[in-house]
């Protein structure tokens, strides 16, 4: 009976151990836990989500403080589009994360960045150019395009010195979304060096829209396996949603993944972002007390806990500080939705907003508990402790036990 271990990612010179820890916005996947994947021999990934507010919680900078310092006087103006990001400042917060945890590497793994083309900043053409340049210059291995269909994203780097020698990949949902990005960037003469195809049944958005339980991942991955070969295109894929035991993984294995993209199974390490109290909740979750919803400002679906405190929050949008998700226009829709809220109920001291969440704020937070399909097995990962709370395990754990178990086990920790 095979095990993950039995199989090798191949990325040009390198040969990986076939588990990619998957990016998890904001700081969920920390520098900490990029560092044990690649330590481990596989690969991790640190989210340029909000890279500014996470490099001031890690590093000590102050780039929140003065951004907000310098909006402060359009707190209560209802027109966010004023409010611009320094683009200077954002070459130097995601220089700062991305030097500092390349610094820090050890092993034979690989650290890539996840960079999702949804955060739009108020200049989505700018700064996502800033965001991956940065990102390059500061060293990182690779870089995995998420959330948005990033037609354009390879042109902003092709004339950086490392466009061909750095690993860069797409996160896709159908092979559409692949052919569209393969079609775009055919002038660029450069494929991606891995594709991640990522099902319905993953964390944080999802590339499909609320009939996403009709789709099953390994349905889609045959579909774009079989694509590739017949057009001789080469590119490794990944298989991410879903995967939770080295079981799952070997069945994707076997069947023409290159390795698997996994993050749920993370979320109760040491290692993982969350406060403990959070992975608790994690860990307490039943399936009932999972949803898929669409209340974040994206317009992409999101899986997350019921119970967070996100759901229904009406604070006021926080985009002078923050403002990751406004659009070129200066828009977000929860700044819509907030607006119309406070013209309904004038009077209201606090409102809430049902259809929309201020996700900047509450992901920064950790207020937004977004969550794969599968969270509510964790709890089968791990002892209950004599207070009756759950054992967080560590990352090094969870890697060994996707790495070595078979038949479908899961090894409880000591
Ligand atoms: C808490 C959490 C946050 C996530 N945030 C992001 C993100 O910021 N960007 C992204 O591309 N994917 C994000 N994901 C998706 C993961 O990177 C990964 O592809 C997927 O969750 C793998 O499926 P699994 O969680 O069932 O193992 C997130 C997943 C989780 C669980």
Redesign the pocket.
């Known amino acids: 009976m095979k095990c993950v271990d039995d199989f090798r990612l191949k990325l040009g010179r390198h040969e990986l151990v076939p588990i990619i820890i ?4 904001v700081d ?1 996947s920390t520098a900490d836990l990029a560092l044990e994947g690649a330590r481990l021999g596989g690969i991790g990934h640190i ?1 340029d ?1 909000m890279a500014p507010t996470v490099a001031d919680r890690r590093y000590k900078t102050h780039f929140v403080k003065e951004k907000l310092k310098q909006y402060k006087y359009n707190v209560k103006n209802a027109d966010k589009s004023a409010v611009q990001f320094d683009l200077g400042r954002l070459e130097e917060a995601t220089r700062l994360h991305v030097s500092r945890t390349m610094e820090a590497k050890r092993g034979e793994g690989m650290i890539f960045i ?1 960079c ?1 083309e949804k955060l739009t900043m108020n200049a989505p053409r700018e700064t996502l150019r800033v965001r991956l340049n940065a990102a390059l210059d500061a060293g990182i291995d690779g870089i995995t395009l ?2 948005g269909l990033h037609l354009g994203s390879f042109a902003l780097i092709e004339d950086h010195p490392r466009f061909r020698d750095a690993k860069l990949g797409i ?1 896709v949902s159908s092979l559409r979304a692949l052919q569209l990005f393969l079609r775009k960037n055919a002038r660029l003469n450069r494929l991606p060096d891995f594709v ?1 195809v ?1 099902g319905p ?4 958005h999802l590339g499909f829209s609320m009939d996403w339980a009709k789709y099953d991942l390994h349905v889609i991955m045959a579909e774009i396996y079989q694509y590739l070969q017949a057009e001789q295109l080469a590119i490794p894929l990944i298989a ?5 035991t080295g079981s799952d993984a070997v069945t994707f294995l076997e069947n023409g993944a290159a390795a698997v ?5 993370f ?1 109760v390490t040491h290692e993982c972002g969350l406060p403990e109290k959070v992975m608790q909740e994690y860990y307490k979750a039943s399936e009932a007390d999972i949803e898929v919803n669409t209340i974040s400002p994206t317009g992409y679906p999101m899986r997350m806990l019921k119970n967070c405190p996100a759901i229904g929050s009406g604070i006021q949008p926080n985009c002078e500080a923050f403002g990751y998700l406004l659009d070129g226009a200066g828009n977000c829709a929860y700044v819509t939705a907030y607006n119309r809220e406070v013209a309904l109920h004038p009077d209201v001291k606090k409102i809430s907003v049902k259809d929309k969440t201020c996700l900047c704020t509450h992901m920064r937070n950790f207020d937004c508990w ?5 969270t509510y097995r964790l709890k089968d990962t791990t002892r209950r402790l004599p207070d009756g709370s759950y054992q967080v395990l560590s990352a090094e754990h969870v890697f060994h036990d996707y790495q070595f178990s078979v038949d479908q086990k899961i090894a409880l920790p000591r």
């Open positions: 998957g990016g998890m916005g969920i989210s989500a996840n999702m998420s959330a996160i991640v990522e049944l993953a964390g944080g991410a949603g879903g995967v939770f993209q996994v993050a749920t199974r979320t977004t969550c794969g399909h599968y």
